[in-house]
């Protein structure tokens, strides 16, 4: 059974293309921003409320990061999991699974049945480190 189908204004339309473009996966501030540079005059309400639509009929993904922050939204609907950069707060998507003899280990040391995952990875992006190098030798 399918979600029932958005019926797509061109400012939604606007909305849906912007997502589906950006692989960042923008914060709904940054979507504004986007729609804003193709449509004008659309109002925040109406992007925002477009987002929602979208995630509820299963176009867009949304994604909770830490407490606190702004959500994001992802246009890979499919089970994945992200790399979060603690320097810059990139996010990007992995495919790397999770070892099943990890899921194993779990189920059998924790009395936890996995019935799915989603991992946030946080750490240093390649540009970061770069920097971080960069950063050292000068010193
Ligand atoms: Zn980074
Ligand atoms: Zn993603």
Redesign the pocket.
């Known amino acids: 059974m399918s979600a029932p189908e958005l019926r797509l204004t061109p400012q939604r339309r606007a909305v849906l293309d912007v997502v589906a473009e950006s692989d960042d996966h923008p914060t709904a501030g940054q979507v504004l921003d986007r729609v804003r540079e193709r449509v004008e005059g659309v109002g925040a309400a109406t992007v925002y409320r477009t987002l929602a639509l979208l995630v509820e009929s299963g176009q867009v993904a949304e994604l909770r990061l830490d407490e606190g922050q702004a959500l994001r939204y992802d246009q890979n609907i499919h089970r994945h999991d992200h790399l979060v950069?603690t320097?810059?707060g990139?996010v990007q998507d992995t495919h790397v699974r999770l070892d099943a003899d990890a899921l194993a280990e779990l189920t059998e040391k924790m009395s936890f049945t996995v019935a799915g995952y989603d991992v946030q990875l946080h750490g240093?992006?390649a540009?970061?480190v770069a920097q971080d190098k960069a950063k050292e030798s000068a010193q």
């Open positions: 950069c320097g810059c990139q240093r992006c540009r970061c």
